[in-house]
């Protein structure tokens, strides 16, 4: 039996790993090759918008994708949709790597979104139908951190093959790492439980309808506008405050990125619950939108404890959301993701619009408010639920 047990337990985490991996390597190719930008546009010969839409189209594709397929994959085994995705996402990169011209490579680049935006929703839904219940925030944690260090390893990765190879370099390898991860997962036998069928448009709005799973998401787009808010400030912060230059600004963003990866691994780790999350994101908020005298140990201090609540707060808003339905896994996560993309997107406007009529105290305030209200108002709707929330 206890022989029995191990098997399982060592075939879990293998599955893990592996699809944790998978959803690195999606993050991955959106993330990649934006050092390489300038050397896209030269080679091109375009003008900056052309080359920042092939940034924007594999988001936007992305999101479209993800709502569109969670709910087919919520209710068919996914290992057939995991090799095509794979196959497509090794063919696009080859296209990418072989364009002589923009327009081919814009093609290419978005058969790439195409094939790439399924892979962090199978993750999910083959992490979830293998792990227990009382383990699965534990391996929500896993997953997180994996998607965590994505965006900070991508960009240098691709700095480092693209200085040597150019960017044609950077999808050669995505084309590899493709056949890689198709081999590995065509030796794992796919494995899903039994999906209701639920229809598509229905199934989005009975999400949405649900408060607890309404709540969660609001928290997300704020937690990930206030993200990205912050991201855009901390130039002219370190800037204009401390007279950093532009090379050391670059390097300060370093803590923060890899404070999210710390707290996905605590969340994994201490199993941190709702309060200490929000707390930390609140908390450092406030306080940053309260400070007179800017202090640069005290500002890097208070970016870190936000980007450890970021981190945590990640794998916990996907646990509460996946725990809370059995079925349709993959369309909770769509939405979550898009939730997320709205956020990381709007941050940046919405900061700049009340940044110049209250400048970053007001505007951090606002945001600390929201944030607050919305935290008060998931302890309201969990209060009244019948199922049992880590708070």
Not at 50 to 67: D, G, H, R, Y
Not at 290 to 305: A, E, K, N, V, Y
Request: glycine share 8%; hydrophobic share 55%; proline share 4%.
């Amino acid at each position: 039996m206890n022989m029995a047990n191990s098997k399982t337990r060592s075939r879990n985490q293998s599955i893990l790993y592996l699809m944790s991996l998978v959803a690195f390597f999606a993050s991955l190719n959106q993330n990649i090759y934006t050092p390489l930008i300038p050397s896209i546009k030269e080679y091109f010969h375009i003008n900056g918008l052309a080359v920042n839409s092939t940034v924007s189209l594999f988001i936007i594709l992305t999101a479209i994708i993800q709502l569109i397929m969670a709910p087919y994959l919520d209710r068919t085994k996914t290992g057939h949709i995991l090799v095509g995705s794979l196959v497509l996402v090794a063919l696009a990169s080859l296209g990418c790597a072989l364009s002589q011209g923009f327009y081919a490579f814009l093609f290419f680049r978005c058969l790439q979104a195409i094939g790439a935006a399924s892979l962090p929703l199978i993750a999910v839904i083959t992490i979830m139908g293998e792990t227990p219940e009382v383990k699965q925030g534990e391996a929500m944690g896993t997953y997180q951190m994996f998607l965590s260090i994505a965006p900070a390893a991508a960009p240098v990765l691709g700095g480092i093959i693209g200085a040597r190879y150019e960017f044609h370099g950077v999808f050669w390898f995505l084309a590899g790492l493709s056949l890689l991860f198709l081999f590995l997962n065509v030796r794992r036998r796919n494995t899903t439980v039994k999906k209701e069928k639920l229809h598509q448009s229905l199934r989005y709005l009975d999400l949405m309808r649900d408060p607890v799973v309404f709540v969660i998401l609001s928290l997300s787009l704020v937690v990930f506008l206030v993200y990205m808010a912050i991201l855009v400030f901390l130039p002219e912060l370190l800037a204009d405050r401390f007279h950093i230059g532009l090379k050391w600004i670059g390097f300060l963003y370093v803590p923060v990125t890899g404070s999210i990866v710390a707290g996905s691994y605590l969340f994994k780790k201490v199993k941190l619950n709702f309060s200490h999350v929000i707390g930390a994101v609140s908390v450092s908020l406030i306080l940053f939108a309260l400070m007179d005298q800017w202090l640069l140990p005290l500002t890097l201090f208070l970016l870190i404890l936000f980007g450890m609540g970021l981190g945590a707060a990640t794998p916990l808003f996907a646990t509460l959301l996946t725990s809370r339905y059995k079925e349709g896994k993959g369309s909770i996560m769509a939405l979550y993701n898009v939730t997320r993309y709205i956020g990381m997107g709007a941050g940046p406007v919405v900061f700049s619009l009340f940044y110049r009529e209250m400048g970053e105290k007001g505007t951090f305030l606002i945001l600390s408010a929201l944030l607050l209200a919305l935290s008060f108002s998931f302890y309201s709707v969990i209060s009244s639920s019948k199922k049992k929330y880590p708070i």
